[in-house]
């Protein structure tokens, strides 16, 4: 199928950026190239870097910025080694940096690729298709305890002990394949009466998804380096979808606008650690009127960003 991506707070990240016509720009979650070429329309002399895990986002990515010819370089690799991939190109600052965090709605549409409770499809959820880690090896291979853990803190699920239990009951009879197998696990371990609030399979399957591709590891290991990759000015730019990455990224930018680790009782600083820049978004900026009702999957976005002091 296409890769349709509707590409969530685009005009207000884009003014966010802050754009430079000569600058260096960079996109670690290049997607379907929505975000990647309106920077790329305002670029003369700069040049922009779009990496993705994803073969599929690349090729569509690829084509829809065939047009900026050598002002893009497209890079298949997670956006936790972009920092040494752009070293390798001899790229050592960069002018902006986006984040856009949520699963495409390519991904989610594509059945075969199993993300998705609503296909019936095999347990995959893998981004990067190279690895060999799936959502059925976590189904199966996980201990109950394991199992619990992640669904509760992935998921932020309040039946998370019952939704594990019922899965290791049902994969002691036979493996668990498809993603409606696990959904009518999921189905039996939640009271009948809980389950008018929305798929009861949602935030389990948000779990599962987030720790096959290790999401919120990555992002904690890569926020200190894109803050340290932008030259001075530089804007970073991420769009969340669920409290948890929300968190993260609020807390370290919380750390590099205030890093001294002095007690507060000391009247003066003596740890020497300075400010590196500051969040330009005290609150986070949430989608529009117009664009929930354009795509109602960007209810939950939410953009913060972190401005490089001079």
């Keep these: 199928m296409e890769f349709n991506h509707y590409s969530v707070l685009l005009a207000e990240t884009i003014e966010q950026l802050n754009i430079k016509p000569d600058g260096i720009y960079m996109d670690g979650t290049l997607g379907g190239g929505g975000h990647a070429s309106e920077v790329c329309k305002r670029l003369t002399t700069g040049h922009f870097y779009g990496f993705d895990q994803d073969d599929a986002a690349i090729a569509a990515a690829g084509e829809r910025l065939a047009p900026f010819g050598d002002r893009v370089?497209?890079?298949?690799?997670?956006?936790?080694?972009?920092?040494?991939?752009?070293?390798?190109?001899?790229?050592?600052?960069?002018?902006?940096?986006?984040?856009?965090?949520?699963?495409?709605?390519?991904?989610?549409?594509?059945?075969?690729?199993?993300?998705?409770?609503?296909?019936?499809?095999?347990?995959?959820?893998?981004?990067?298709?190279?690895?060999?880690?799936?959502?059925?090896?976590?189904?199966?291979?996980?201990?109950?305890?394991?199992?619990?853990?992640?669904?509760?803190?992935?998921?932020?699920?309040?039946?998370?002990k019952n939704i594990a239990k019922h899965i290791v009951q049902a994969r002691a009879d036979k493996p668990i394949e498809t993603t409606f197998e696990l959904n009518e696990i999921i189905k039996a371990a939640i009271p009948a009466k809980m389950r008018q609030n929305g798929h009861p399979s949602k935030q389990t399957f948000q779990a599962i998804r987030i720790a096959c591709n290790r999401e919120l590891e990555v992002l904690r290991n890569s926020l200190e380096d894109f803050i340290g990759l932008l030259n001075p000015g530089g804007r970073l730019c991420i769009i969340t979808f669920h409290s948890l990455e929300d968190r993260i990224v609020k807390n370290a930018f919380k750390e590099a606008e205030n890093p001294c680790t002095c007690p507060p009782e000391f009247p003066v600083c003596v740890c020497g650690r300075e400010a590196l820049g500051n969040c330009t978004t005290r609150k986070p900026i949430l989608p529009s009127a117009k664009e929930l009702e354009e795509n109602s999957r960007s209810k939950s976005a939410k953009l913060r960003v972190f401005a490089k002091k001079e």
């Design 73 to 160: 370089t497209i890079i298949r690799n997670n956006y936790c080694n972009a920092k040494a991939a752009l070293a390798e190109l001899g790229i050592k600052g960069v002018d902006g940096i986006v984040l856009d965090l949520g699963v495409s709605s390519y991904q989610l549409d594509t059945e075969e690729r199993g993300f998705s409770y609503r296909y019936d499809a095999p347990l995959d959820m893998r981004m990067d298709r190279r690895q060999s880690l799936t959502a059925r090896d976590i189904v199966n291979d996980y201990s109950e305890s394991e199992l619990f853990r992640m669904i509760r803190d992935y998921g932020e699920d309040r039946f998370a």
